[in-house]
T-cell receptor, first 115, second 113 residues
């Protein structure tokens, strides 16, 4: 039962280029979406989020796009830097209807940015 | 910047033993969570805790698991009788209110032999 899917287990990008990480979801009750970055042996670090009432949120080099009709979101990193190399997790939550905001994670995409 | 802390960073235990994993959430946060990540798999929700009681739990969180907030700062996860398949990274997270970002601790790596 994969409510949040990241179909690309890995992505390799040249430094300075754009990285695009994709995520699909199936539960229409999700109303809040987040991207986390994770290094080995560390906890997930929050990167950027978007509420279902928006279709875009930008923070510096990171932009998240949400397409509700397609149940799809993507994270754009421009320009990509070698320090961005990590596993990126897409996560979603349903903050209403009795849910207490627990996050459902995708399996992650390992991004490698090559100098 | 305030952060979620977890202890120990690593724990090795024998199958059938009890373990307690400890977390100190961010001080003004009200909702607390435990997640786990088995090696090579995704991060999975275990349980959420609010107002001194469990709000929600997943299928993984069976009666071998329990959570407690014994004082104003600690939030613990107890596994009563560990199994081999409990080996994983366990992450604690907290938020101030619903709709806000969850901040994660660095995790405890549990190895059950």
């Amino acid at each position: 039962d994969q409510q949040v899917k990241q179909n690309s287990p890995s992505l390799s990008v040249q430094e300075g280029r754009i990285s695009i990480l994709n995520c699909d979801y199936t539960n229409s009750m999700f109303d809040y979406f987040l991207w986390y970055k994770k290094y080995p042996a560390e906890g997930p670090t929050f990167l950027i989020s978007i509420s279902s009432i928006k279709d875009k949120n930008e923070d510096g080099r990171f932009t998240v796009f949400l397409n509700k009709s397609a149940k799809h979101l993507s994270l754009h990193i421009v320009p990509s830097q070698p320090g961005d190399s990590a596993v990126y997790f897409c996560a979603a939550s349903a903050n209403y209807g009795g849910s207490q905001g627990n996050l459902i994670f995708g399996k992650g995409t390992k991004l490698s940015v090559k100098p | 910047e305030p952060e979620v802390t977890q202890t120990p960073s690593h724990q090795v235990t024998q199958m059938g033993q009890e373990v307690i994993l400890r977390c100190v959430p961010i001080s003004n946060h009200l909702y607390f969570y435990w997640y786990r990540q088995i090696l090579g798999q995704k991060v999975e929700f275990l349980v959420s805790f609010y107002n001194n009681e469990i709000s929600e739990k997943s299928e993984i969180f069976d009666d071998q698991f329990s959570v407690e907030r014994p004082d104003g700062s600690n939030f613990t996860l107890k596994i009563r009788s560990t199994k081999l398949e409990d080996s994983a990274m366990y992450f604690c997270a907290s938020i101030r209110g619903l709709g806000e970002t969850q901040y994660f601790g660095p995790g405890t790596r549990l190895l059950v032999l």
